[in-house]
């Protein structure tokens, strides 16, 4: 489950996935970082990237991850500037302006360890045929 | 992440991309043929230079329409 921690005036937001497992899914399944939705159930409404390198963002439409955590998990992170209003709770102000951000980072989160386990097994299968003479 | 109708003449879609994103990377992606017609974000038409602008110099924050249409001379 994706974590906020606020710090003085950024908030961290963390995936429960490491920054280089979203990137081979990126890479082999990229379909499986998009959540579908709207009347149809075929256009996309939520997408995450790793971007490695750059700042990352967050919007209604999706997360850009841009680095992992500096823990020994490796987590992807991003890492938002916030402008909260004088007098406001800061819980509420995160709340309300990223909780559909997270609540669909947390629906792929739940489904990508499954896509992530075959593209794995299939990377394996690859390995294992391939002879180098 | 922004929300980006695209299309041409023959279809409309719907993606969702990094505002860092080119346009031409994006229409390549896409499978959008923008060497012929007219290609426009929001209704303005895009300048030469403009293809190799991100969404984000474009201004484009959250969402945005992105068509390339070809009109043909008896259209």
């Known amino acids: 489950m994706a974590t906020i921690k606020v710090v003085g005036d950024v908030a961290v937001i963390a995936s429960s996935l490491k920054?280089?497992?979203i990137q081979r899914v990126q890479k082999y399944r990229p379909e499986a970082l998009t959540l579908m939705g709207g009347e149809d159930g075929?256009?996309?409404?939520?997408?995450?990237e790793a971007r490695p390198g750059t700042p990352g963002s967050v919007s209604v439409f999706g997360i850009t991850f841009g680095s992992a955590g500096h823990s020994?998990?490796?987590l992807a992170t991003?890492?938002?500037?916030?402008t909260v209003p004088a007098g406001a709770d800061v819980k509420n102000y995160v709340a309300d302006k990223y909780?559909?951000?997270i609540a669909n980072l947390q629906k792929l989160e739940t489904a990508i360890p499954t896509v992530l386990e075959a593209v794995n097994a299939e990377r394996t299968t690859l390995i294992s045929a391939i002879t180098v003479e | 992440?922004?929300?980006?109708n695209y299309g041409n003449n023959m279809k409309k879609e719907t993606a969702i991309v990094d505002e860092n994103t080119t346009i031409r990377s994006f229409l390549e992606d896409v499978g959008i043929d923008y060497s012929r017609?007219?290609?426009s974000i929001d209704g303005a038409p895009l300048n030469p230079g403009d293809m190799?602008?991100?969404?984000a110099q474009l201004g484009v924050t959250t969402r945005c329409f992105l068509f390339n249409v070809v009109k043909l001379d008896n259209a």
């Not at chain 1, 075929?42 to 995450?48: D, E, L, R």
């Not at chain 1, 991003?78 to 916030?82: C, D, E, F, G, H």
């Open chain 1, 42 to 48: 075929k256009t996309p409404i939520f997408k995450v």
């Open chain 1, 72 to 74: 020994e998990a490796g």
């Open chain 1, 19 to 21: 920054l280089e497992d």
């Open chain 2, 52 to 55: 190799d602008k991100t969404f």
């Open chain 1, 99 to 101: 909780g559909s951000a």
């Open chain 1, 78 to 82: 991003v890492t938002v500037p916030l």
């Open chain 2, 37 to 39: 017609g007219q290609t």
């Open chain 2, 1 to 4: 992440m922004i929300q980006v």
